[in-house]
């Protein structure tokens, strides 16, 4: 094997040893990651893990739209969305997107990874401020990171500590929130963020991830319900492979702000386009909400449902805003424990642990989807009940 020596000792040693001391700090504190294949039947599990808020995942039409698109267009998108990337069925999904959620115009990216980065890099130039909330999402913090802006990070859901940021700061400006946080499932005082950033002159940046589908009049969005649909100094990214069931991202805003984008956000341009197949499963799944709106409060409805079974239980579960459940551990040991033994009654959770939450502490986090019936919700609550830790 190939090794290198050191310049003063002579001694040798291989590029990624250090590799197996990270191995091993992460074994001692329990944090070890590892990936397990789902079966395509899902193993007879109930699910209570993905993203799939809505239950669309499998519907019939989302798949078929999917099939369909790739028929048509292939099985992907063969190039960059300024090259050979762009299909009628990006530019049909973009207008549809727009419409629904209340804004001029919507730019597509091959995820919604990739779209936060484009919206943050793009619209945070060097000589201007970034407002970060705390608990935002990694590819917010990587966007922050990217950008040639000066980053400042705020307390979580703090109006008061924006304004105190923007007030300090001589220049253009944005702040950036998830609308609803990943972890907890609490959502952003959205109107009040608003209302701050219009007093300084910022822009304001949301990631409607787990918003979309879920609030919002018939699950247009949080951004729709703090009535900033349309705003001009607003700009949404959003994600398809959650109340959609598909894949992929996008930019909603202004349609100078999506030009922009178009011209200047390397994710955008540099990256292949979103797959066809996506597009069709995520425009069938748009179109499907359009028709059945009572899907987003019957997402909002199991989610405070499984929140009133299991305080009733003793759990320290938190209130949701939307469609997250989060439930608290003691550690990250008994958490992965905890979401093992569920796994084993039949049921599956997501498990959050250091370093993926920001406040350090590990939950079982549970999806609200619509699909669930209320002899599903009873069923759930009992396996999480039965195997917490004591």
């Known amino acids: 094997m190939s090794t290198n020596s050191h310049p003063v000792t002579g001694a040798t040693r291989a590029p990624f ?23 395509a039947d899902a193993g007879g599990l109930l699910d209570l893990a993905s993203n799939d808020y809505l239950g669309l995942t499998r519907h019939p039409e989302v798949t078929e739209g999917a099939a369909e698109a790739a028929r048509r267009w ?14 009628e069925l990006h530019a049909e999904l973009e207008r549809e997107l727009a419409d629904f959620c209340g804004f001029e ?29 705390a608990g935002n999402h990694a590819s917010l913090i990587d966007g922050c990171r ?3 802006a000066a980053t400042q990070v705020v307390p979580h859901s703090d109006p008061e500590a924006v304004r105190k940021t923007l007030d300090a700061h001589d220049g253009p400006a944005v702040m950036v929130s998830d609308s609803v946080f990943s972890v907890d499932g609490d959502a952003a005082p959205l109107a009040e963020l608003a209302e ?20 919002g009049d018939g699950g247009r969005g949080a951004p729709h319900a703090a009535g900033l649909a349309g705003a001009a100094d607003t700009v949404v990214t959003l ?18 702000v999506i030009d922009h984008l178009v011209n200047a956000a390397r994710t955008f341009i540099f990256d292949t386009g979103l797959a066809p197949a996506a597009a069709g499963a995520a425009l ?33 579960a938190v209130r949701p805003d939307a469609a ?26 997501g498990c959050f642990r250091p370093p993926s939450v920001p406040d350090g502490i590990s939950r079982l986090r549970l999806t609200a989807r619509a699909d669930l019936t209320d002899e599903q919700i009873a069923d759930a609550v009992r396996v999480i009940s039965r195997t917490a830790p004591r």
Do not use: M
């Open 17 to 39: 040893d250090w590799l197996d001391e990270q191995a091993g700090l992460r074994a001692d504190a329990g944090l070890v990651r590892t990936l397990r294949p789902r079966a």
């Open 105 to 133: 115009a919507a730019l597509v990216f091959s995820s919604g990874y990739a779209a936060n980065l484009a919206a943050v890099t793009a619209l945070a130039p060097h000589g201007s401020l970034i407002v970060s909330d």
């Open 146 to 148: 990217l950008a040639r």
């Open 74 to 87: 292939g099985g992907g998108a063969t190039g960059s969305r300024l090259v050979t990337g762009s299909t």
């Open 196 to 215: 701050v950033c219009r007093e300084f002159g910022a822009g304001l940046i949301v990631d409607d991830a787990h918003g979309l589908g879920v609030l």
């Open 324 to 349: 997250v459940v989060s439930v608290r551990a003691p550690a990250p040991e008994s958490a992965v424990r905890w979401a093992a033994e569920c796994r084993a009654a039949g049921l599956a959770v």
């Open 284 to 316: 069938a799944a748009l179109r499907l909400l359009r028709r059945e709106p009572e899907r987003a409060a019957r997402a909002r409805q199991v989610a405070a449902e499984l929140h009133r079974r299991l305080t009733a239980e003793g759990l320290s």
């Open 239 to 256: 994600t398809l492979s959650k109340s959609f069931g598909s894949q992929g991202g996008a930019v909603l805003g202004p349609a100078k």
